[in-house]
């Protein structure tokens, strides 16, 4: 894996984007959520790993002690430095992965209809209004009660910020304040977005854990309803975070995925 700072020139200005780039074979873009980085890079690895693939992990500038130019506060244009990236990166065939802010970043790429991208994978992901199924506010929510919604089995996987070093402790403050800035006035939806999802045109997938109580599977659905074709998936006995909970059912939905939409199959 090689970790790298990219330079992409948008128009409201440069942006630096550290990207992990890792493996060999069909290429994904993995977004992840507010959680930072260490949430999907794991996930990165396994994929790379389990079939010939080239997985593309970029950091949410202000994630991971990485910086943010102020002119960056949302997801539509963090989306559009994403195209970009792939434009600067010359690759084609493009899988498109992401988890909850993650995801709602894949559906503004989706939108935007670049013909580098064969698909998008939506992972329990946030974004979208749907009345009566809000997102969970994390912003009002201490980590162990955030960690109650995320997991099927927090035991297992939640972390206690207070275990941590300062350092990390600083970072996840970083995190958390990024997340803020980009998760817009509405927190963590945009009420335009559900009617808009309407003009995408790539083959898109929905995945969620059955026991997600951050965005519950009803608005998992409703995601999904909203894109012209899009494919619904539950995963058993996961939560917001497949990729760390349950990584082998993810790996196993988005393999079938890109096998049968990628136009350059393996």
Same mark, same amino acid.
């Given at each position: ?6 330079? %992409?020139?948008?128009?409201? #200005?440069?942006? *630096? =984007? !550290? +990207?992990?780039?890792?493996?060999? &074979? ?58 970009? %990236?792939?434009?600067?990166? #010359?690759?084609? *065939? =493009? !899988? +498109?992965?992401?988890?909850?802010? &993650? ?67 600083? =970072? ?95």
């Amino acid at each position: 894996m090689t970790s790298t700072v990219r330079t %992409l020139s948008l128009p409201s #200005g440069d942006l *630096d =984007v !550290t +990207v992990d780039d890792q493996g060999q &074979g069909h290429p994904f873009l993995l977004l992840h959520g507010g959680g930072g980085p260490q949430t999907v890079a794991p996930f990165a690895g396994l994929l790379a790993a389990q079939r010939p693939a080239r997985v593309i992990t970029p950091v949410h500038p202000g994630f991971g002690g990485t910086a943010r130019p102020h002119w960056l506060t949302d997801v539509p244009t963090l989306a559009q430095a994403y195209v970009r %990236l792939l434009d600067d990166l #010359g690759v084609t *065939d =493009v !899988t +498109v992965v992401g988890n909850s802010i &993650g995801g709602w970043i894949a559906a503004e790429i989706a939108l935007l209809g670049s013909d580098r991208i064969s698909g998008v994978v939506l992972v329990d992901a946030a974004g979208i209004k749907v009345p009566g199924h809000p997102v969970a506010d994390p912003f009002s929510l201490t980590p162990a009660e955030l960690s109650r919604l995320a997991f099927h089995d927090p035991t297992k996987f939640a972390v206690d910020p207070a275990t941590l070093p300062e350092a990390a402790r600083a =970072v996840m403050a970083a995190n958390r304040a990024a997340l803020q800035v980009y998760s817009g006035p509405y927190v963590m939806e945009d009420p335009t977005l559900r009617e808009r999802l309407a003009k995408v045109t790539h083959p898109a997938l929905v995945v969620w854990g059955e026991s997600d109580e951050v965005v519950d599977a009803a608005y998992g659905r409703a995601y999904a309803a909203a894109i012209p074709e899009a494919r619904f998936e539950l995963l058993h006995e996961t939560g917001h975070m497949p990729q760390i909970e349950t990584p082998g059912q993810l790996l196993a939905v988005v393999r079938d995925f890109t096998d049968s939409h990628a136009p350059n199959r393996l």
